[in-house]
């Protein structure tokens, strides 16, 4: 074997094939991998065998050679591909060792006449299951702002049953499902993180195997390592997608693999280190800071339904102001309605006029409530008259050149959600293609001249990754998020130059790359969305400042309520799936109303306060049958701690301890309570409901009107 080892880990490597044969945290004594290791794996298609792989355990390093720092280069001067034989394909990966793990940096020269399509490295083999008492989990961080889980052990599911030799899944950045390009593989008490560390956007998959299968397919139990003879685990390895043609040498990105203790908090910062050395947002509008309550509203379906003329809008919007709304996303305002016409903006004379619209956004911002219009730019609907000569040039192609396939969406006919009956479908658009980017800037322009407060551009978190077209100036498979990327640098410079210094733009799901430009997340963080049990506030422990609404869909929504006051969310009416307003859930209303009025009470403590989830505190149930969720709250004025509990439960009062250092002395408030009261640790929490433990004074204070530092 050839070792690498510090302090921290011990790295080692097989002498023939190079395999990793052992990654361990020497501080825990965690031995990642067992004797099912796994090294280099590429893809080289031929004809009639795309194929074609050369496989980890075929290969035969060439060299290993030391480096001063303590690090190496393992270096492949060919490899042997199952159905090609040896390819004069070399690969050389340089390995450093980390205060707490490893990067692996990898080229490829192709001097082979051959693509190399896809490179798996590194890759982790025989990863012992979790069991039911310490589960291993792999996260990777979603669009609605938690995480997407999948549990290592028994019951891993297979989705690609039949197209795949054993239990496979995989996550791929940037898509819904992987909004940061990191995996933590975790068991709640310690993981590793494993972060593609590029400098600029570019496909990652994070693939999980189990080899080689089910012992009892029917309960999903995973054979165990040795249990007929063979090994057995877990491969988790970074699939990146190169495509070096023959003769061209690429540089994959950089992979970092980290220990580290702790719960998933300690493995964001890990993630968080990385992505402050370029991490640059643009400013927050200021009239942010008092826009904790939305209202999303839909006008418009692609079936026409025209729910709303544009001059009723004001009126509509008086009252919703008079309830606590202080943004209105305004959703299917567009000609076709919502994803319909996509991607043009003209206004819809079914609706009214153009300058009908524009007065009414006026006399709405008049009001003080801010107007988001909702557009999208990543798909283009084959039904618009301007799709043939327009927008199909700029479509994305597949590898055998065909658009790929957007499938729309249904809504209120069945007809419309009916495959092949009336749903607007169509193709992705490439956002590489400066054409395609043109196209959206002039249709941006006609947003912009009706004069919103910003923008919500939906659907951000696009599963549309990969362009084959060679027409629109890139390299034949390349990730379009870049384009992405650089369409959001011009929409927010014209919208700064057209609108000014406040123009603010929001989306569903922004990877974190584009999070820098769309500086609030319109989400969903019901529980149950994106298969998590219980909604995590993932992406505002790591970004405390970025601005997410979330939906209040329920007529009695107090739950949802109680989660926003928890986690920091702006609280966002969408009854009857945004197509009503407050006046349709007064229930809702009501809930709303009274967290709104205590947020604004204690704006420095709950608000603009740091939001530290459970980091620092502990909130102990005397009865473990009563759901609750609670954070931590921190002053950016005067440090002082505020803790938000919050009971889910329906039919029992909540009576817990809060366990903070320090003897600050508090006070509880509720939103049903006119006055705080002393508490100590000790707090009861009524159901349905919310409690506020905040440093004494800070009621006072604010009552006075003073936001000032405590003394």
Aim: glycine share 10%.
């Amino acid at each position: 074997m050839y070792c690498l080892e510090n302090d921290a880990v011990a790295l080692a490597f097989d002498e023939q094939t190079g395999a990793i044969v052992e990654f361990t945290n020497r501080k825990t004594g965690r031995a990642l991998v067992s004797q099912l290791a796994l090294g280099l794996t590429l893809l080289l298609p031929m004809e009639g065998c795309r194929n074609n792989r050369a496989e980890s355990g075929c290969q035969k390093l060439a060299s290993f050679a030391p480096l001063p720092d303590g690090g190496a280069v393992l270096r492949y001067d060919s490899v042997f591909t199952r159905h090609g034989g040896e390819q004069p394909v070399a690969v050389e990966i340089t390995v450093r060792l980390t205060p707490a793990g490893a990067r692996f940096e990898t080229q490829v020269e192709n001097r082979s006449g051959l693509t190399v399509e896809e490179v798996q490295y590194p890759a982790f083999g025989g990863i012992a299951p979790g069991g039911a008492r310490q589960p291993l989990v792999s996260r990777t961080m979603h669009f609605q702002g938690g995480f997407s889980s999948l549990e290592l052990g028994d019951g891993f599911a297979n989705p690609g049953y039949w197209g795949t030799d054993w239990p496979t899944a995989c996550r791929s950045y940037p898509s819904p499902e992987v909004s940061a390009p990191f995996l933590l593989l975790e068991d709640g008490r310690q993981g590793l993180y494993l972060g593609v560390h590029g400098d600029e956007p570019s496909f990652a998959g994070f693939l999980h195997e189990y080899r080689p299968g089910y012992a009892d397919n029917k309960h999903r139990r995973l054979l165990r390592d040795g249990e007929t003879g063979r090994p057995a685990g877990f491969c988790i390895s970074v699939s990146q997608l190169p495509f070096a043609a023959p003769g061209e040498t690429v540089r994959l990105a950089p992979v970092v693999a980290e220990f580290y203790q702790g719960d998933w908090h300690s493995g964001l910062e890990r993630y968080r280190a990385w992505r402050d050395t370029w991490y640059s947002p643009v400013p927050r509008p200021s009239w942010l800071d008092q826009a904790d309550c939305w209202m999303t509203l839909h006008i418009n379906s692609p079936e026409g339904c025209c729910r709303y003329r544009y001059t009723e809008l004001p009126q509509l919007m008086r009252r919703a102001g008079r309830q606590g709304v202080k943004v209105l996303q305004l959703i299917g305002w567009a000609r076709g309605g919502q994803d319909g016409d996509e991607p043009y903006q003209d206004t819809d004379p079914r609706l009214g006029t153009r300058q009908e619209l524009k007065d009414s956004i006026a006399q709405i911002e008049a009001m003080g409530i801010h107007v988001l219009l909702m557009c999208k730019f990543k798909w283009a609907d084959q039904s618009t008259p301007e799709y043939a000569r327009e927008l199909y040039p700029q479509t994305m192609k597949d590898i055998y050149g065909d658009p790929v396939y957007f499938g729309g969406y249904s809504y209120q006919t069945t007809l419309q959600r009916v495959s092949g009956g009336s749903r607007r479908v169509g193709a992705g658009l490439c956002h590489l293609s400066e054409g395609m980017r043109r196209i959206a800037r002039r249709e941006m322009e006609k947003l912009l001249d009706l004069r919103p407060s910003g923008i919500l551009y939906d659907e951000l978190a696009n599963p549309l990754l990969l362009c084959f077209d060679p027409a629109h100036g890139h390299r034949p498979g390349a990730c379009i998020h870049p384009g992405t990327v650089q369409l959001a640098k011009e929409f927010y410079a014209m919208g700064r130059e057209k609108i000014g210094p406040d123009f603010f733009m929001a989306g569903e799901g922004p990877s974190d790359v584009l999070s820098q430009y769309y500086r609030g997340d319109y989400i969903r963080s019901g529980d149950g969305n994106m298969g998590e049990a219980r909604h995590t506030p993932a992406w505002k422990y790591l970004e405390p400042d970025w601005h997410i609404a979330t939906c209040l869909v329920g007529f009695d929504d107090r739950e949802m309520v109680n989660q926003c006051m928890t986690y920091g969310y702006a609280m966002n009416y969408e009854p009857y799936n945004f197509k009503g307003t407050p006046d349709d859930v007064p229930e809702t209303a009501r809930a709303v109303t009274a967290a709104q009025a205590l947020r604004m009470k204690l704006k420095e403590y709950i608000w603009d306060g740091e939001f530290r989830h459970t980091v620092g505190v502990r909130v102990e149930a005397a009865d473990d049958r009563v759901e609750h969720i609670y954070s931590l709250f921190v002053s950016r004025r005067s440090g002082r701690r505020t803790v938000v509990v919050a009971n889910q439960s329906a039919g029992m009062a909540l009576e817990a301890r809060v366990c903070l250092e320090g003897a600050e002395t508090f006070d509880l408030y509720r939103p049903d309570a006119p006055e705080a009261a002393p508490s100590g640790d000790r707090i009861t929490v009524p159901a349905r409901s919310f409690g506020v433990r905040g440093a004494r004074g800070t009621r006072r204070l604010w009552a006075r009107g003073h936001n000032i530092p405590f003394r």
